[in-house]
């Protein structure tokens, strides 16, 4: 068994803390991007915790994040709000935005927050399950870098574009789901690169555009999306309302803009918010109690929940502390030398 | 080769118009109705054009439309608006709520348009698409009948909720998808059990929840959604937002509704408009143009986009009218007699 260390959830938050302080990080972006790296650990996703401050740490010495960067507010329209992150992480420009975007959902009834000019390399359900906490349902959308072919194409067009959404529950955590529309998310296939191991048709594509069980082929080739023609179909929705319709780059302009480093995508995300209040008055807590026989129609039939894997995770995390892998914990702290 | 009759599209509205009133239905519920089904048959969508008739009659006469229903708005926030359809078809609600949507969308940058308690029998992208004809983002959900089973589950609990999505483009028709989140459409295994064919794996699941190739067994069972748990995870957010969220009914309600009599389902349907020009002012036609990229990054390589067939379609049925089959031409017309 692979050796691990026991962390508190609050020596997790000091490690990162330290890290990015060490690279350069300013503080107002430390405490976000912290918190972001706490929640993937503490929920148990692996590639989303602790190990991000690896790619935290490459980005960052690539000179792809802006290190200093201020957030600037633009508000668009009662019910539009766009934040410029000036090149830092999309966790400072969510953080300024979110309680401008509630409250103008709760004015307006729907509302949408434009991230722009933002550096991404987290998960989208931090976004949405704050939303929901707060009583909304919640959308979010990024693109990343083009690494996916369309379904019927042969080349690399759209990111791994994820989707997210979230449902405030009664008495109980959101239901949230967060996916990306490629079939499988990239480091999986490049987790099969490292172990030699084949990866099943459907995942990519070779560099001539040719069906390939070669996880190598694939990521010099195109990855493909889930669910053929309709995934394929979600990922464009992706790259155009979290590109264009907020005035932010495509996957293929940000992994231009990345110039082979490597590094995180840069560019826009797009968040929705609805209040369920707005929509139907006093009756809201009654059809959001209604609402639950659909997740015990799921349950009661023995499917899961999306969300439920990492609420579990939660709960242990928050009684225990977690466990990380002993090298990952010391290829981190190198970073502190 | 099968009989057909040729038809110009004027004729194919005259024969709507006339089926739907021997059938009862109010003068202003059928001039939407009907212009619903003549762009199915222009855009020839086989099961959305005039075939629609035969199942408007048998709803009709299940006595699961309002004949005379009229339509009511609910002004219910600066973003959203409700329109009860008052049992009738959700054509005519969409007509009395496009125009508030529109405004609202322009006032406040999003908006939201709740449709309740309407019958739905058509495809959703003549809504989105005509949005996007007045320069509007557009996405719509709706639920349907419990058919489909959750991702490992094994039984009926969702819809077939599709999802639609319409992007404005400058000088060409929006791009516009819109497809079922089950793996296919419950018409195509109805075929296949009419033709006494096997369905493939992956389409649906025999009463006792197995896997099954079986078309009558899957009706008789479930469907199963397409691309798996990501797929099932958006058919519960359609059921979610176009249900509980307007205060409308779930899948398994409108199934319970419906009595056995296999009408068209009765609920609700969401819709949602955003704005380019309040997101991005004087950039818009910038970014607009610049979405393009995308479009020709995936014709470039040979791939289609979702919505060209329907609108080769369309050009050849402007131009020629269209041929439609005679036994079903029959059919229609014996409604007259």
Redesign the interface.
């Known amino acids: 068994m692979e050796d691990t260390v026991a962390l508190s959830l609050d020596e997790v938050r000091a490690l990162a803390h330290r890290v990015l302080a060490q690279l350069g990080l300013s503080e107002r972006q430390i405490g976000p991007v912290a918190e972001t790296i706490v929640a993937g650990e503490r929920d148990e996703c692996g590639a989303h915790g602790i190990y991000r401050l690896l790619s935290c740490a490459h980005t960052i010495k690539a000179g792809k994040v802006v290190l200093d960067a201020e957030a600037v507010v633009h508000d668009?329209?009662?019910?539009?709000v766009?934040v410029d992150g000036g090149g830092g992480y999309a966790q400072l420009a969510f953080d300024l935005g979110r309680p401008i975007l509630a409250e103008k959902a709760r004015?307006?009834?729907?509302?949408?927050l434009?991230l722009n000019n933002c550096v991404h390399f987290a998960a989208l359900w931090p976004e949405v399950e704050a939303l929901a906490e707060e009583g909304f349902?919640a959308l979010a959308f990024t693109p990343s870098h083009a690494w996916v072919?369309?379904?019927?194409?042969?080349?690399p067009?759209f990111g791994t574009n994820p989707?997210a959404?979230a449902?405030p529950r009664p008495n109980t955590s959101p239901?949230v789901?967060d996916?990306a529309?490629s079939a499988v998310a990239r480091g999986e296939i490049e987790l099969h690169r490292r172990a030699d191991k084949p990866i099943p048709l459907g995942w990519g594509l070779d560099p001539e555009?040719n069906p390939t069980t070669d996880a190598a082929a694939a990521l010099a080739g195109s990855m493909l999306t889930?669910?053929?023609?309709?995934?394929?179909?979600?990922s464009?929705?992706v790259?155009?309302?979290a590109?264009?319709?907020?005035?932010d780059m495509?996957s293929?302009e940000s992994i231009a803009a990345d110039e082979g480093a490597n590094a995180s995508p840069l560019g826009g995300e797009l968040i929705?918010a609805?209040?369920?209040k707005?929509?139907?008055?006093a009756?809201a807590a009654e059809?959001?109690t209604?609402?639950e026989?659909?997740f015990e129609?799921?349950t009661g039939?023995?499917?899961?929940l999306?969300s439920l894997r990492r609420y579990e995770a939660r709960a242990r995390s928050l009684a225990n502390g977690v466990r990380v892998s002993k090298k990952l914990y010391d290829d981190i702290r190198a970073y502190l030398d």
């Open positions: 668009m329209a009662p019910a539009l766009r004015n307006c009834g729907i509302a949408a434009g349902v072919a369309p379904a019927g194409g042969t080349r067009l989707i959404f449902w239901f789901f996916f529309t555009g889930f669910g053929g023609h309709k995934g394929s179909a979600l464009a929705m790259e155009l309302i590109g264009p319709l907020i005035g495509t293929v929705i609805i209040d369920p707005s929509f139907l008055g009756a059809h959001l209604r609402a026989q659909i129609g799921i039939q023995g499917a899961r999306p």
